[in-house]
């Protein structure tokens, strides 16, 4: 099994792409701490990977508050003694309509829940990680990252940040032998479809249309995007770091045979030109 004898926290662990990652972490034989703020979901979510076989420690957790991450990552190492996987999965579109209409408030938890929630849980589990000399950390980023995302700008500008977060986060910790980076898992139906449709207008003409086909059609499943956290928290990535990666439209099965060729360019970057450009 690719994960065997790690151990992993999963943020957002309750539904969506978070818990299809803790279950695909699981038959890959990771062990595991799974958070998410309703804590009845996240312990169903410890169930199914005990009936895998696995050890599970489910917390309510709102990765929002720097405190409550801390504790996270603290009750990770007394029940595990370690901690070798961090994927930061809980997000929320938030603030949903044009910027000038938004709640300054709700923009503003939007940002905090998808951005300093991931900031605050890889600053907690950094010290741990450093001193083993080995980590990797996963990162949810998305469509809002790579193009303009009108009446989501919360959402599109905290998801946008997450990917510069993973660049920058990368460089930093690269001689400890721990990579950083980053999923755009697709259009995968998760509750947050949900508040699109609920949001109705303010979501825009095109965005509602296009949540609507996706509802019907079923949207990505998000196990595609569990498979490259998997890929990502394996020893088959060492090596690869710093890089957003799609989980539909790049070719991240093949990586592991040229992830120097990766790391030599561009590739997977938030970049204004390239080389050839110039």
């Known amino acids: 099994m690719k994960l065997a004898g790690k151990t992993a926290i999963i943020t957002g662990a309750g539904r969506g792409i978070g818990r299809a990652i803790a279950l695909a972490f699981a038959r ?12 009845s979901e996240v312990a169903e979510a410890a169930e199914e990977t005990r009936a895998l076989g696995r050890r599970a420690l489910a917390l309510k957790v709102d990765v929002s508050n720097r405190d409550e991450a801390e504790r996270m990552v603290a009750q990770a190492l007394e029940e595990f003694g370690k901690v070798d996987i961090l994927a930061n999965s809980a997000g929320v579109y938030g603030a949903i309509g044009p910027l000038a209409d938004n709640d300054p408030e709700k923009w503003v938890q939007t940002v905090r829940i998808n951005l300093f929630g991931s900031f605050f849980c890889a600053r907690a589990v950094l010290p741990f990680m450093i001193r083993q000399r080995r980590g990797k950390i996963i990162n949810l980023s998305g ?8 009446n989501f700008s919360a959402y599109a500008a905290s998801k946008a940040a997450i990917v510069r977060l993973t660049e920058t986060l990368a460089e930093e910790v690269k001689g400890f032998n721990i990579q950083v980076n980053a999923i755009a ?14 949001a109705g207008p303010a979501a825009g003409e ?13 949207g990505v499943p998000p196990e ?9 928290a394996s020893e088959e990535s060492d090596g690869l770091s710093g890089r957003l ?11 592991n045979g040229r992830i120097d060729q990766i790391m030599a360019s561009d590739l997977y970057t938030l970049r204004r030109v390239t080389e050839s450009t110039r």
Do not use: C, H, Y
């Open 28 to 39: 890959e034989g990771a062990d595991m701490l799974v958070a998410s703020r309703t804590l």
């Open 143 to 150: 469509g809002g990252a790579s193009s303009p995302l009108p």
């Open 185 to 198: 898992p697709g259009a995968v139906n998760t509750r947050l479809v949900d508040e699109i449709l609920a």
């Open 206 to 218: 095109e965005m509602l249309a296009r949540t609507r086909r996706q509802k019907e059609t079923g």
């Open 224 to 232: 595609r995007a569990a498979a490259l956290a998997v890929f990502l």
């Open 245 to 255: 990666i799609s989980a539909v439209w790049d070719d991240w099965e093949s990586m």
